[in-house]
T-cell receptor
Framework: AQKVTQAQTEISVVEKEDVTLDCVYE???????LFWYKQPPSGELVFLIR??????QNEISGRYSWNFQKSTSSFNFTITASQVVDSAVYFC??????????????FGTGTLLAVQP | SAVISQKPSRDICQRGTSLTIQCQVD?????MFWYRQQPGQSLTLIAT?????????ESGFVIDKFPISRPNLTFSTLTVSNMSPEDSSIYLC?????????????FGSGTRLTVV
């Protein structure tokens, strides 16, 4: 079975603090893709990152960084020096393999991040 | 990446009526999907919209309730039929681009539906 778990329902931090959002996934496929999306209060989903299962390099983009660990089936997301504009719901998602019925994204339950000024 | 225009952005509807949501993509895409997001919940896939054929529905969703059309590679509609207050949700369209080694999914801005 394929599943994405975001155990943190809600996180509250004060501006400039670092925060890590956890994502643990389950899949039997050796080829898969992991995604992070941001959903601000306005409701649209904003793509943040895609990672292929055969590329375990961690990635940094400005204040955002992602730690992909196949050994623990985790794909965690860290925001450094958080800002109020980072307040949103963050979703981790999984896509299995290639083609057919595996084209759909499986979403975690999301983590609501509240950054206080 | 593709840009999706979804409309209406929100609507308030009477129970028993139907609402059709439109999704227009600015380029041809391989896949289109429709999701429902109930208040405070995650995204649940309703169906995959197939170009030129019937949509593929997920468990718990049926064509009579959520008829979907996809006449070409850039456009799809979702109808929420015979609405009840339980259908109040955000409905999101998604377009998927497939390359040999990579996949990208873009989402529309969503339709906030309130059924009264």
């Amino acid at each position: 079975a394929q599943k994405v778990t975001q155990a943190q329902t809600e996180i509250s931090v004060v501006e400039k603090e670092d925060v890590t959002l956890d994502c643990v996934y389950e899949t039997r496929d050796t080829t898969y893709y992991l995604f992070w999306y941001k959903q601000p209060p306005s409701g649209e989903l904003v793509f943040l990152i895609r990672r292929n299962s055969f590329d375990e390099q961690n990635e940094i983009s400005g204040r955002y960084s992602w730690n992909f660990q196949k050994s623990t089936s985790s794909f965690n997301f860290t925001i450094t020096a958080s800002q109020v504009v980072d307040s949103a719901v963050y979703f981790c998602a999984l896509k299995q393999g290639y083609g057919g019925a595996t084209n759909k994204l499986i979403f975690g339950t999301g983590t609501l991040l509240a950054v206080q000024p | 990446s593709a840009v999706i225009s979804q409309k209406p952005s929100r609507d308030i509807c009477q129970r028993g009526t139907s609402l059709t949501i439109q999704c227009q993509v600015d380029s041809q895409v391989t896949m289109m999907f429709w999701y429902r997001q109930q208040p405070g919940q995650s995204l649940t896939l309703i169906a995959t919209a197939n170009q030129g054929s019937e949509a593929t529905y997920e468990s718990g969703f049926v064509i009579d309730k959520f008829p979907i059309s996809r006449p070409n590679l850039t456009f799809s509609t979702l109808t929420v039929s015979n609405m009840s207050p339980e259908d109040s949700s955000i409905y999101l369209c998604s377009a998927g681009l497939v390359a040999v080694t990579n996949y990208g999914y873009t989402f529309g801005s969503g339709t906030r539906l309130t059924v009264v």
